[in-house]
């Protein structure tokens, strides 16, 4: 059942953005426009008949609620078979009291919030958003951590019924990361529906830049790999390289912890085109346990969603704590935070707990009690990792980590 | 002019020094050759001129023996001291040895210096000796009287006849009424008045009273008052004779038959004894009261350790009493404050008490056997004492091994430490109670409620408690909330004997219970160590026939840890009761905010249940009239 919802979603949320008018406008494929109006009637009436749950209860004199999924790692689920998180069936009810009058509010105005989003044809992103609540008197957020986790919890209540974020017309800020190499991206106009195409290799010393929704993109390329590195350092070294041309692959820019967008974006390459993906990253606890572990399998408090945003393909090609060794790179020990976030990786993450290589590798990292960055290659020369490493490692996926 | 005085001495020790280390190279030539060696002889004519001028300086020894002790009596009756006898002394052993030194090598001058080595003998010091008066004493300690500076001394008098009247009242039993005027004369010079409706004082010892210092009513006996050595107000009126030259004026009357009597009275310091400078008969409309008048030099402060203070404290702590209070520059501080009685009762009358046998000391004991008026030890240890009855008392003599039957005046040292041992290993009853006046836990709060606005108050009166066979007992009031600043260390008020303690409030035992009680347990802040922090004035007592002060100046009450345990225990329990009144409280304000957090956000919960379901105003209102009835009955506010 599981599959069949995620097949279906997975479809809306690739053609949702063409909209209605565009649709009329453009005339082309209707099959898309009468799709699109299907999905927002759908969130309209999610959202109403949730409301109207409410409603009935008060009119009753009984005290309604709302149940949530819990957000958060220890009510998440990993299989090697799935690929990523899912979300337990842990569930938080919120039930209507003195103390929670206010969020319950606030929840019921962001949910109405969505609804005239839906109904006009408009997004709003999670700042829009808190600045929007400053009209509903005394229900506004004072911050903007108020309003973002209420909106998640919104999500995950809507994703419990099959409604993405992007359904409920909340779009993120954050910007993706920076892509280069054998790619055609194509990106049909949200007006007039006529197609980009962008071509990867010609953006010079520059990069395209993956923009917050991707679900509209599609992909030519005949790339071996996609390779995902953690800074935007080595990211410029292999750039200007044009690495791309001499290895045929797409390089992406990770910048950190992947946004939603780029990890929405290196799913949907990968998936539609049929390459593999590998992570570069520094090797250090964070660089494993957050950055890399969020791109393969998603995030904690955000699982109810890591089945769309999540890249179960991807491999952990380096640094690898024995490449620390086999290299003789220079290093750093490891601070109090690292080896806690070590050994929290360990203790409770579902992901590690699964894969044996890799608390293999982080005992052996924590054993060392050092971490190396992935230009720590410079040691050996500015064009080591080009000419040496890479292709060193690009020749035996077998080590690399899962 | 002592330092050059030393000064001179080293130089001359340090000629000696050099001449000595060269003598034994030569010393039987020099003799030889006298003449010739020119400079060792002007070296010993300096030398002896040298030690002859310090002698002289001292007035003690050399060429003139018979005038120069005149002299050095002369000069130390002017300091008057045994320090300064002794000081005069010291310096007698070097001129002494450098006496020797010089005779060593000068020979013939050394015959006069050894005779002057002996300033004085025990004739000559015993001139010196003589009587201090008590007066010229405190004249000369005013500090331990509580006239360091000029501020405390006028706090210090208002004081001390405020105390005075209000003892007098309370023995004649008469509802104190007292009326204290200050007023400023010049920029340092005070005139403070205080006249009270007491049963006045006869005519023939009004001097005394008010002109001797340790002249009082009180000293003598084991009962609970305020004053204690009769100290007080002749010293102030001495303090402010001192100050400003003016006499202390009097005016009395015992009753209205009598005539009323107007003194004006300055202390002999010498001879403590008074002199009139005036004595009249007046009109007076008062029938019996005392007022007296006091010049001085002072300075009017605000703050924990002024007049105003002072006057506010004790009406806390003397409800009975009305105090009518007309500061200085009354344009400027207002004019009359009256501080009304509370009660018409006044506080009970207490007994007198003979000692307890635990507290007395074996010099106090062996001198009470000396001054008995019973016939043998045993009927002495029942009659003088409290507590001891005649089968106690044999026991004791039991256990010490001393006949029942012996003469007090013939107990021995060692006999007397046997019974006093004794006493300390013999069960006796408590001390009798009666000794002690409480303020009593109705009339503390009731005080605290008319002189401090606040928003609870609670009081509690211990039952008496006995520290070295002295009993005592701890009444504790408080006051919380209401307008008392909430951010400050609490106001802590410190009496003994309904007397305001208002100095050395860190070296109190009051003090040192309260930061030793865990105010935290009662919903208040309190650093660790020290004094609560909120909005609340505690106000602690201590009543006792011997209040233990830790000095003469009355200001603070020594660490006895009997002491300390009662009052840390009066203070738990009316912390129980705040404690009480300070959740209650929450309770209320959480409800409250609540509440209005129903209010607040029950139209925004319907208002957006109207946007999303298209409802109408009707429909939007009947949510909110719903849920807010529905929550409200949940949480029965």
């Known amino acids: 059942m599981a599959a069949k919802k995620k097949k279906a979603t997975t479809k809306a949320v690739r053609k949702k953005v063409p909209s209605k008018k565009t649709g009329a406008k453009a005339g082309a494929g209707s099959k898309v426009a009468q799709e699109s109006a299907r999905l927002d009637r759908l969130t309209v009436d999610l959202i109403c008949s949730t409301a109207k749950d409410v409603h009935r209860e008060i009119l009753k004199r009984n005290k309604p609620d709302l149940t949530f999924p819990v957000r958060s790692l220890k009510n998440v689920s990993y299989s090697t078979k799935r690929g990523y998180f899912e979300i337990g069936k842990q569930k938080k009810t919120r039930t209507l009291t003195v103390n929670t009058v206010k969020s319950f509010a606030q929840t019921l105005r962001m949910m109405g919030l969505s609804k005239e989003l839906v109904e006009g044809n408009d997004f709003a992103t999670k700042r829009d958003a808190y600045y929007q609540s400053k009209n509903w008197g005394e229900a506004k957020f004072d911050e903007q951590p108020e309003s973002d986790t209420v909106m998640d919890d919104i999500e995950a209540l809507f994703s419990l019924r099959g409604a993405s974020r992007e359904q409920l017309r909340f779009v993120p800020d954050e910007h993706g990361g920076a892509v280069a190499g054998q790619l055609i991206v194509l990106d049909p106009d949200r007006e007039t529906g006529e197609v980009e195409r962008i071509d990867c290799t010609r953006f010079g010393s520059g990069a395209y830049s993956i923009p917050s929704n991707v679900e509209h993109l599609s992909f030519e390329t005949d790339a071996k790999f996609v390779l995902a590195i953690e800074t935007g350092g080595v990211f410029q070294r292999l750039q200007s390289h044009k690495f791309w041309q001499s290895s045929n692959c797409v390089l992406v820019s990770l910048a950190g912890v992947p946004s939603r967008a780029t990890r929405r974006f290196i799913r949907k390459l990968s998936d539609e085109c049929r390459i593999p993906v590998y992570a570069f990253v520094d090797c250090d606890p964070y660089g494993i346990s957050n950055i890399y572990r969020t791109l393969k399998v998603g995030s904690g408090n955000a699982a109810h969603i890591s089945q769309f945003f999540c890249v179960p393909q991807a491999h952990y090609l380096g640094v690898t704590p024995q490449d620390i060794i086999d290299y003789d790179l220079p290093t750093h020990p490891l601070l109090d935070v690292d080896i806690k976030r070590a050994k929290d990786a360990l203790k409770n993450d579902p992901f590690f707990q699964t894969h044996k290589p890799w608390q293999k590798a982080i005992e052996q990292l924590l054993k060392m009690g050092v971490r190396a960055e992935q230009q720590a290659l410079a040691k050996w020369g500015l064009n080591y990792v080009i000419e040496e490493y890479l292709p060193q490692k690009l020749d035996q996926p077998a080590k690399f980590l899962p | ?637």
């Open chain 2, 1 to 637: 002019m002592a330092d050059s005085k030393r000064l001179t001495a080293r130089k001359a020790g340090q000629k000696r020094s050099r001449a000595k280390s060269s003598t034994p190279k030569s010393k039987a030539d020099k003799r030889a050759a006298k003449p010739r060696s020119k400079a060792s002889k002007s070296s010993t004519k300096l030398r002896t001129k040298a030690s002859a001028k310090t002698a002289k300086s001292r007035a003690k020894v050399s060429a003139k023996p018979t005038k120069s002790p005149t002299k050095a009596s002369a000069k130390s009756a002017k300091s008057r001291t045994k320090v300064s006898a002794r000081s005069t002394k010291s310096p007698t052993k070097s001129t002494k040895s450098r006496a020797k030194g010089s005779a060593k090598s000068a020979g013939s001058p050394a015959k006069v210096v050894k005779d002057s080595t002996r300033r004085s003998n025990a004739s000559d010091l015993a001139k010196q000796h003589r009587d201090i008066s008590v007066s010229e004493f405190f004249a000369k300690n005013r500090h331990l009287l509580g006239f360091d500076n000029p501020s405390k001394a006028l706090l210090t008098t208002v004081k001390e006849g405020v105390d005075n009247s209000l003892d007098a009242c309370e023995e004649a039993g008469i509802i104190p009424d007292i009326r204290v005027s200050i007023s400023q004369i010049s920029e340092t010079r005070f005139r403070v008045i205080i006249e009270d409706n007491g049963p006045g004082i006869l005519r023939a010892q009004v001097p005394k009273v008010f002109g001797s210092l340790l002249y009082g009513s009180k000293f003598h006996r084991l009962r609970q008052s305020r004053g204690q050595q009769g100290i007080g107000i002749s010293a102030a009126g001495m303090y402010g004779l001192l100050t400003t030259g003016k006499p202390i004026i009097i005016t009395t009357r015992t009753g209205r038959k009598k005539d009323a009597h107007h003194l004006e009275l300055v202390i002999d310091t010498k001879l403590n004894a008074p002199k009139i400078k005036r004595d009249d008969v007046v009109e007076w409309d008062k029938q019996h009261g005392t007022r007296v008048e006091i010049e001085l030099e002072g300075a009017y402060r605000g703050g924990q350790h002024s007049v105003d203070a002072y006057i506010r404290q004790i009406s806390l702590a003397n409800p009975h009493a009305e105090i009518t209070y007309v500061p200085p520059k009354a344009e400027e501080h207002g004019a009359e404050h009256v501080f009304s009685r509370v009660t018409n009762d006044l506080p009970k009358e207490t007994a007198e008490i003979k000692p307890h046998p635990y507290g007395v000391e074996l010099g106090v004991l062996m001198q009470m056997f000396r001054d008995t008026a019973a016939r043998n030890v045993r009927s002495c240890l029942q009659t003088d004492f409290s507590r001891v009855s005649a089968k106690t008392a044999t026991e004791i003599l039991k256990k010490a091994n001393v006949p029942p039957t012996r003469r007090p005046g013939e107990v021995s040292r060692d006999q007397a430490e046997s019974i006093h041992q004794a006493i300390q290993a013999t069960k006796l009853m408590a001390p009798p109670m009666d000794c002690i006046a409480p303020i009593g836990e109705e009339l503390i709060e009731r005080a605290l409620r008319s002189e401090v606005s606040a928003a609870f108050y609670a009081s509690v009166s211990r039952r008496p408690a006995v520290y070295r066979g002295n009993p005592f007992l701890i009444e504790v009031g408080l006051a919380y909330g209401g307008d008392l600043p909430a951010d400050q260390t609490v106001t802590a008020y410190r009496y003994a004997n309904r007397v305001p303690l208002q100095y050395q409030q860190g070296a109190c035992a009051i003090t040192k219970a309260i930061a030793g009680t865990e105010w935290r347990n009662y919903q208040m802040q309190q650093p660790r160590g020290a004094m609560p922090v909120g909005p609340m004035l505690l106000m602690v007592h201590i009543a006792s026939v011997w209040v233990p002060f830790t000095s003469e100046s009355k200001e603070a009450i020594a660490h006895y840890p009997e002491i300390i345990k009662e009052i840390r225990l009066g203070l738990q329990e009316c912390g129980r009761k705040v404690a009480t009144h300070i959740r209650k409280q929450r309770r209320e304000a959480d409800a409250e905010k609540k509440r209005a957090y129903i209010v607040k956000y029950i139209p925004q919960v319907a208002i957006g249940l109207q946007q999303i379901l298209s409802l109408n105003d009707g429909q939007r209102d009947k949510i909110v009239s719903n849920l807010t009835s529905t929550l409200e009955k949940s949480r029965k506010l």
